[in-house]
């Protein structure tokens, strides 16, 4: 199974920005579609973005639309999501998945540990 390990959260100010960056091990890293989600303390884990398996195809949560931005590097196995124009709404855990499938709308099932997003008002 793929090994997730996400990186770049932190603290950061109200209008600033961070770049996300989740390293997978294995082979099926380039065949599978990725994701980003979230989790906020009392609330339950919400779809952030999506990235198809060649990075044709994007979707993202009304929320973030227009501020982050999803992308993938396949000969790195990684997968990002540059966050602009933070809120402190957008303060949770984000977390980085593997699809099922080669789209984003397939079903995710593979985790990784989650890092923690702190935007400050």
């Known amino acids: 199974q793929v090994q997730l390990v996400e990186s770049g959260g932190g603290l950061v100010q109200a209008g600033g920005s961070l770049r996300l960056s989740c390293a997978a091990s294995?082979?099926?890293?380039?065949?599978?579609?990725m994701g980003w989600f979230r989790q906020a303390p009392g609330k339950e884990r919400e779809f952030v973005a999506g990235?198809?398996?060649?990075?044709?195809?994007?979707s993202y949560a009304d929320s973030v639309k227009g501020r982050f931005t999803i992308s993938r590097e396949n000969a790195k196995n990684t997968v990002y999501l540059q966050m602009n124009s933070l809120k402190p709404e957008d303060t949770a855990v984000y977390f980085c998945?593997?699809?099922?499938?080669?789209?984003?709308?397939?079903?995710?099932?593979?985790w990784g540990q989650g890092t923690q997003v702190t935007v400050s008002s």
């Open positions: 998945a593997q699809s099922r499938g080669s789209m984003p709308s397939y079903d995710y099932n593979n």
């Open positions: 294995g082979r099926t890293f380039s065949i599978r579609a």
């Open positions: 990235i198809s398996w060649n990075g044709g195809t994007t």
